[in-house]
């Protein structure tokens, strides 16, 4: 057979030694989509041309009577020495009777394992919590009370927002600190640093955090994305729940016999201002920040209404009763608001021992400021008021089904809250004459 000339195309029927210049001839015959030129040299290597001329190295061979046929690269980017090794390197994997293809995809699968597994362990808590505010619940409810949900965003909240009341800006809440580590990293020990650090800006708040955070471990660890690198138990560990403070509930409250004792105690004190405070909180049930933000603005002495900041909503609206009407126009009007100081906050921030001074003259122990919150509640009960518009008065959210509740307009509170203002005043034997002027509180008797 003649030997074919250097200018033309390659016996596609015959195999050839590849060289650079036979892969430059090679062509794709007319009518046809590619086309195969074999190696002489590396048995199963081959170049393979399309139609539109792109050419690259390819391997071919057969499996258990099945042709396995693998591309090999661009014959750009790959030597003929090149193909012709990793040629016969298939050709040594097939010989041991593996499908290069299946090996192939096995190294797929094996490397995104591992690009998901380094991606999960990345996954950080800041990226998982709002998933679980949105999408987290307690058990047997639809979805979040709005005050949880609400705490919750305050417990991770970064902070630096101008406060709503007082000077100066907020502080990142208990949470925020943990949204930075790996979901993967939350451990006991983490958790421990963390709640050590917490505690000492206060026990009961880190605590109360804490069981927030037990909560979205529970979530995350019952969803199948997150359970392998979720520690469910993180948070219940020995050397934490060991540092827990107590949870028992106070129950602190003036008895009815202490109530002489105690309003005569307040009402001796230096601090004018910190008295009517502290009888204030007694009158209206009211908590401690509640009253203390509380601004003459909002104090309407006119149709006697007081509207103060509320917890659950932002204010909430109270009736102003007769004597304590009385006692507030006797304060002087030294700023906004109504509880004065001369402190950077300008209001009364923390009146403890004034109320410590009252309770040492009334020879009581253990009662707290916010014990007149629980003293409110349960002498409005003994002075007959019903429990839905104690509940309102006090900022509370009761429950549907008591008493029929509806919440009542201003009018339809007054006579309640005069009601247990009376029993209260009758308590501490005071009598006072309601016609007086504003401002110039008149005591007819003490007894």
């Not at 693998?70 to 041991?96: F, M, N, P």
């Not at 917490?198 to 979530?219: I, N, P, S, T, Y």
């Not at 509320?310 to 004597?323: A, G």
């Not at 009146?351 to 509640?377: E, N, P, V």
């Amino acid at each position: 057979m003649a030997r074919p000339k250097k200018s033309e195309a390659p016996d596609l029927a015959e195999r050839v030694n590849l060289t650079v210049g036979a892969i430059e001839r090679l062509t794709c015959p007319p009518g046809k989509q590619q086309a195969f030129m074999r190696d002489s040299e590396a048995p199963g290597l081959r170049v393979r041309v399309t139609a539109a001329g792109a050419k690259s190295f390819v391997y071919e061979s057969k499996l258990n009577r099945q042709t396995i046929r693998r591309t090999i690269g661009d014959v750009k980017a790959w030597s003929i020495e090149q193909a012709r090794t990793e040629a016969r390197r298939l050709a040594v994997v097939l010989d041991s009777g593996q499908d290069p293809r299946e090996l192939e995809r096995q190294q797929q699968a094996a490397q995104a394992a591992a690009k998901a597994a380094a991606t999960a362990q990345a996954l950080t808590v800041g990226d998982v919590w709002p998933l679980y505010l949105e999408n987290g619940k307690p058990k047997r409810r639809d979805a979040w009370k709005p005050r949880y949900r609400a705490d919750l965003e305050a417990m991770a909240a970064p902070g630096g927002e101008k406060k709503k009341r007082g000077q100066g800006v907020t502080r990142p809440g208990p949470l925020y600190p943990l949204l930075a580590l790996p979901l993967a990293a939350v451990n006991e020990d983490t958790l421990k640093i963390w709640y050590d650090r917490e505690a000492v800006a206060g026990k009961h708040q880190a605590a109360r955090a804490l069981m927030m955070f037990r909560g979205f471990l529970r979530w995350c660890a019952a969803r199948p994305e997150y359970r392998n690198l979720t520690d469910r138990d993180a948070g219940k560990a020995a050397a934490i729940v060991e540092s827990l403070p107590s949870n028992t509930r106070r129950t602190d409250a003036l008895e009815a016999a202490q109530v002489p004792g105690w309003w005569a105690g307040v009402e001796q004190l230096s601090n004018c201002t910190a008295s009517v405070y502290l009888r204030a909180l007694l009158l209206t049930g009211a908590r401690r920040e509640e009253l203390a933000a509380l601004t003459w603005a909002n104090v309407d002495f006119q149709w006697r209404k007081l509207t103060i900041a509320d917890k659950v909503e932002s204010t909430r609206t109270i009736p102003l009763t007769p004597y304590l009407a009385q006692l507030l126009a006797t304060l002087p009007r030294l700023g906004p608001f109504v509880f004065a100081s001369t402190g950077k906050a300008g209001r009364i921030t923390d009146a403890r021992a004034s109320h410590a001074k009252a309770l040492q003259s009334a020879a009581i122990d253990g009662l707290t400021i916010h014990g007149l919150r629980r003293s409110f509640s349960l002498l409005g009960e003994a002075a007959g008021a019903p429990a839905g518009a104690i509940a309102q008065v006090m900022g509370h959210k009761p429950s549907a089904t008591a008493e029929g509740y509806r919440p009542r307009s201003i009018d339809a509170l007054r006579p309640f809250l005069e009601q247990i203002e009376a029993h209260i005043l009758a308590l501490a034997g005071v009598r006072f004459d309601a016609q007086a002027e504003l401002g110039k509180l008149r005591v007819v008797a003490t007894t």
